[in-house]
């Protein structure tokens, strides 16, 4: 029983998290304009991906890291915050983490570094 109700207790914060925090898609000119207005950009690709190609300023802090590095973020948890990754698929994931972390107001990237690259954006290479 007190497991069934730890379970129920952690579904209604999940969702409590999720209802309150707001997730946006934003196309890389968008992100870029965030960028410049103070967001942070955080890259979560692998080292490898970030060191081939990445964003600008952007942060890297791979996915698997994400939830235990979430802390080193927290004075933007009331404050636009945006993800990228290769394609956005990951980023998206990222999204979701962070607003179950308490994020109010978090960006995905569509397409990623992808979309990025195409719109003609800078980037910084190895």
């Not at 300023?57 to 979430?70: F, Y």
């Not at 990222?94 to 990237?109: D, P, R, T, W």
Request: hydrophobic content about 45%; some cysteine; charged content about 15%.
């Amino acid at each position: 029983m007190a497991l069934f109700r730890t379970l129920i207790t952690f579904a209604l914060t999940a969702f409590c998290a999720l209802a309150f925090a707001q997730i946006n898609q934003v196309d890389p000119q968008q992100a870029q304009a965030l960028f410049r207005q103070g967001a942070p950009i955080l890259d979560v690709r692998e080292p490898h991906e970030y060191a081939e190609v990445h964003a600008p300023g952007s942060l890297l802090v791979p996915l698997g890291q994400l939830a235990s590095r979430a802390n080193e973020f927290r004075t933007f948890e009331n404050k636009p915050i945006v993800l990228i990754c290769r394609s956005g698929q990951r980023s998206s994931a990222a999204a979701e983490m962070l607003a179950q972390q308490g994020f109010k107001v978090v960006y995905n990237v569509q397409g990623g570094m992808i979309a990025w690259e195409k719109a003609g954006l800078p980037v910084e290479r190895r």
